[in-house]
């Protein structure tokens, strides 16, 4: 079994920071492309930052200059730090991820973590 859980979620004022970290577990012989989505009530999920094995990084233009995704392929982490945050960055932030387990590759999700940025 794989999983991916997040954490570091929580209330913060606007211009704060938050770290958040999506790790996977299990039997995992691979990790390939992670991801960083968020969705806030009542929008579409979005995604918002995107790593490769190799560390090539990209972002959406909402989040450039603000935000900075980075792994540790040693520990199967992944980490989205969010800086000079905004409300409108409010919203259920997600992990997910291409794994290899037992010679296959899929798809995995994490449960999300909360990001609440309000005064």
């Known amino acids: 079994q794989v999983q991916l859980v997040e954490s570091g979620g929580g209330l913060v004022q606007p211009g704060g920071s938050l770290r958040l970290s999506c790790v996977a577990s299990?039997?995992?012989?691979?990790?390939?492309?992670m991801d960083w989505y968020r969705q806030a009530p009542g929008n579409k999920r979005e995604l918002v930052a995107t790593?490769?094995?190799?560390?090539?990084?990209n972002y959406a233009d909402s989040v450039k200059g603000r935000f900075t995704i980075s792994r540790d392929n040693a520990k199967n982490t992944m980490y989205l730090q969010m800086n000079s945050l905004k409300p409108e960055d409010t919203a259920v932030y997600s992990c997910?991820?291409?794994?290899?387990?037992?010679?296959?590759?899929?798809?995995?999700w994490g449960q999300g973590t909360q990001v609440t940025v309000s005064s």
């Open positions: 997910n991820a291409v794994i290899e387990t037992q010679g296959i590759r899929g798809l995995y």
């Open positions: 299990g039997s995992i012989s691979s990790i390939y492309g």
């Open positions: 790593t490769t094995s190799s560390g090539i990084t």
